[in-house]
């Protein structure tokens, strides 16, 4: 099946800096990505709606400034966090849909997750 | 999440069925996901059913679906303790560009 690929998969920061993640459709072309958090033992909120070659829709509540998105290409979609800070440590997850199964059918495909930990 | 609602646990006995309900709001959803969690890890799509369907069986895998009452449910069958996992259930908006909102998740937990 389709594959989503994050990167990275872990990653510790310091607080203050800025942390890229990226996500990958590998075989397959989407024209849209979704950005998910997960705190512990908690669902996946939404966080924001990313639309290749348009700016990102962010879901109420989720500070665009603070979580940059930029989906630059048809398979690539990188979700920045910007003067992180411990308590934007949690789980972030992306997930894409095939650009043929049309805007809510099909499969939605979700990458492995990147876990980030500020110190 | 808060509008996709599942019961947060339960348990079963290895080779017994288990049952993990979830109920929806909105009815504009086209579609209908099951999806698996293991510790650590992302999540793996199980099965999902288009909204004008009410039965999709795959394997140990039956899903029901009662769209009048907006009701779900995953019934895994002879469930193993591979099984052991959190299940979360989502409803893809079509009104909403497709956006999926998912349900709290239930951890299932299987005795030997």
């Known amino acids: 099946g389709a594959v989503v690929s994050q990167h990275p998969s872990w990653v510790i920061c310091k607080s203050g800096t800025s942390v890229k993640i990226e996500c990958r459709s590998l075989?397959?072309?989407?024209?849209?990505m979704f950005w998910y958090r997960q705190f512990p033992k908690q669902s996946l909120m939404l966080m924001a709606t990313s639309n290749e070659g348009s700016k990102a829709t962010y879901e109420q509540g989720v500070e665009k400034d603070k979580f940059l998105i930029n989906h630059a290409s048809l398979t690539l979609s990188t979700l920045t966090v910007t003067s992180a800070h411990p308590e934007d440590s949690s789980f972030y997850i992306c997930?894409?849909?095939?650009?043929?199964?049309?805007?809510?059918?099909?499969?939605?495909?979700f990458g492995e997750g990147s876990r980030l930990t500020v110190l | 999440g808060e509008d996709v609602e599942q019961s947060l646990f339960l348990s079963v006995r290895e080779g017994d069925s288990s049952v993990i309900n979830c109920t929806y709001t909105?009815?504009?959803?086209?579609?209908l996901y099951w999806y698996k969690q293991e510790p650590g890890a992302g999540l793996q799509l199980l099965t999902y059913?288009?909204?004008?369907?009410d039965m999709k069986q795959d394997q140990r895998l039956t899903v029901l679906l009662n769209k009048k009452d907006k009701h779900l449910s995953l019934r895994i069958a002879d469930t193993q303790t591979g099984d052991s996992a959190i299940y979360f259930c989502a409803e893809s908006r079509h009104n909403q560009g497709g956006k999926l909102i998912f349900g709290q998740g239930t951890e299932l937990s299987v005795k030997p």
């Open positions: 909105d009815s504009s959803s086209t579609y």
């Open positions: 997930s894409a849909r095939d650009k043929t199964s049309g805007m809510s059918g099909g499969e939605l495909f």
């Open positions: 075989d397959f072309q989407a024209t849209t």
């Open positions: 059913i288009f909204s004008n369907m």
